[in-house]
């Protein structure tokens, strides 16, 4: 083989790949491109001009309409404070068991973490029923205590923060407490800042599934005032069927956090994402 | 146990105290998530069984009487439960392995040298963005039977009962691209360069180099995404209450669907059942779930 045709076939293989890297990227793009389009375009006029690629009737202000008017602004509040709450439940009671488990002695410690474990068995889509029963009990349906205390703890947020705690070495503990630190001051002033990585990761997966929630916001309210977003959007398809471009938009304005925690936190959602990918 | 402490007559106290303090902070730190688990894990399983257990009447007035397993048993064999439960299971044979091929694709794809490769991979990791409901309103101006761009494709229609479920689940698959994408690459990234070089220096081509360097060494992130593309889809259902409503007829209602029951068709003690029926579903699902995950920490950092 000379070194002119070597040369040529790797000419030939570059051209290949990016050929497959451009199909590829239609396709997942596609359907985005399209959310976009209908978001946009008046939607009588849209379908009149037989679905074309391209805006139709381009109506500009349909953002701030689904913000203003469709009730956006309202749904995204609930979901920010609903989201905010869990992942501050979550990081305490998390960060707190892990401490038990990693730094403490105690009676019963493997029951009990068997009993931490064996929650994995029982996700809000087995305790759905019986959940949303508890909270109607209580008073709780439609209120932001009704959509968040059932997801205050969890095993995967208390599993991985032992495991980043367990890598604290030993010594350390040993001299914090000959300096004096009570247990609270070593956990938050050493053990927490050095499991910072997997401390984000799981803060990256509990800002994912609690903003993306579905089947327990659907339960657990049935007033509009106290839908999360996601919920919105589904009452937006259902009944504003003459302006479905105000649904569209509203996926794009519920896909936003999203979009700029990736932009801005890309490397602690991809340790996040292979951290721990339970839920989506 | 005694004797040690008579042993040491003016150590043990101290000891024994700072142990029973250790103990009570141990319990103390626990506490909060405990509550957490047992008023909305562990209760409502006891509860589920209790619904189970009683049959509500028609006008749900009063308390309902005991009857038994009975219903239990009725729910899980009748043919309500059966529908549910082929539909989670085809809803699992369509987007589980179309899911891993193509994120394996995704991923090999991406990760070479080439100029603006970052730009592609950005896009190949875009859908995670998007949750569930974002997803199924993406897909609903694709597949939608009045106003959806592809509404004409008979195999994408939304109303013919034979491929509704399985248009509904390719945006499922669509929406876990991002994902599976995401956990190949850096399984693919942890793959020291030596094995590329040495497997070229003994002359493996790049489809034998694949199946016998690659494949074996990214098998255990593949097998972690295989569970948790299981997990999403024992979990569909906002994609089926965006687009079809579980229909045509019952045609797309997956078990969950069933149970959630959004039009309030079945009683209490039907969905009681079938909820646990999930359960046992979900028990297999998490053992290997639990299985996986120590083993990740066994080899992990």
């Known amino acids: 083989m000379t070194l002119g045709e070597g040369h040529l076939r790797r000419r030939f293989a570059t051209f290949g790949w990016y050929t497959t890297l451009v199909a590829l990227s239609v396709v997942i793009l596609f359907p985005i491109y399209m959310l976009v389009l209908r978001a946009i375009s008046s939607p009588i006029a849209f379908i009149n001009a037989g679905q074309p690629l391209r805006l139709v009737d381009p109506e500009w202000d349909i953002f701030s309409r689904a913000w203003n008017d469709a009730g956006l602004a309202r749904a995204m509040l609930i979901s920010v404070v609903v989201t905010a709450v869990i992942m501050v439940g979550q990081f305490l009671t998390s960060v707190m068991a892990a401490y038990a488990f990693a730094f403490l002695e105690f009676p019963f410690k493997r029951l009990m973490f068997a009993v931490v474990i064996g929650t994995l068995l029982l996700p809000i889509e087995v305790t759905l029923i019986a959940n949303v029963r508890t909270i109607r009990d209580l008073g709780w349906l439609n209120s932001v205590q009704g959509l968040s205390v059932p997801f205050l703890a969890t095993a995967l947020g208390i599993f991985l923060i032992r495991q980043g705690f367990m890598a ?97 936190f890309q490397r602690q959602m991809v340790s996040g994402l292979t951290a721990g990918a339970v839920k989506g | 146990m005694t004797t040690t402490l008579g042993g040491a007559p003016d150590r043990a106290p101290k000891r024994t105290s ?24 562990y209760y409502p399983l006891y509860l589920l069984v209790d619904m189970s257990l009683h049959r509500e009447n028609r006008f749900g007035i009063g308390d309902p009487p005991y009857v038994g397993p009975s219903q239990i048993v009725d729910t899980l064999t009748g043919s309500d439960f059966i529908e549910g439960l082929t539909n989670s299971g085809l809803y699992m044979v369509y987007t589980v392995p179309l899911g891993l091929v193509l994120g394996v694709l995704l991923a090999v794809a991406a990760n070479r040298r080439l100029r603006g490769i970052r730009v ?182």
């Open chain 2, 120 to 301: 592609f991979q950005t896009i190949f990791s875009s859908t995670v963005a998007t949750s569930v409901a974002v997803a199924s309103v993406i897909f609903f101006t694709l597949v939608n039977p009045e106003v959806g761009y592809f509404k004409d494709v008979s195999w994408l229609s939304l109303d013919n009962p034979d491929w509704a479920l399985f248009s509904v689940s390719l945006s499922s698959v669509w929406q876990n691209l991002g994902l599976t994408f995401i956990i190949v690459l850096a399984a693919l990234q942890a793959i020291p360069a030596e094995m590329e070089e040495a497997s070229a220096l003994d002359g493996y081509g790049p489809l034998r180099h694949f199946w016998q360097i690659t494949v074996p060494l990214i098998s255990p992130a593949l097998l972690f995404l295989a569970v948790v593309l299981v997990v999403h889809a024992l979990q569909a259902y906002a994609q089926i209450e965006l687009l079809t409503n579980g229909g045509p007829g019952t045609a797309t209602e997956t078990l969950l669907y069933k149970i959630a029951d959004p039009q309030g068709i079945r009683s209490i003690g039907t969905k009681a059942s079938m909820s646990l029926g999930l359960f046992v579903l979900t028990a297999v699902v998490a053992a290997a779930q639990y299985g996986l995950l120590s083993k990740r920490v066994h080899y992990g950092d």
């Open chain 2, 18 to 41: 700072q142990k029973v303090r250790e103990g009570l902070l141990g319990w103390l730190f626990l506490l909060p998530a405990l509550a957490v688990f047992v008023a909305f894990f």
């Open chain 1, 168 to 264: 604290v070495p030993r010594e350390l503990r040993d001299a914090a407490t000959l300096d004096g630190f009570g247990h609270l001051g070593f956990m938050f002033r050493v053990a927490v800042p050095l499991a910072k990585p997997v401390i984000g990761s799981f803060l990256v997966i509990s800002f994912l599934s609690a903003w993306n929630q579905y089947v327990w916001p659907r339960n657990a309210t049935d007033e509009g005032a106290w839908q999360t977003v996601q919920i919105a959007l589904r009452t937006l398809t259902t009944t504003r069927v003459d302006e479905l471009n105000l649904a569209f938009a509203g996926a794009i304005i519920a896909a936003l956090p999203l979009v700029l925690l990736l932009i801005f």
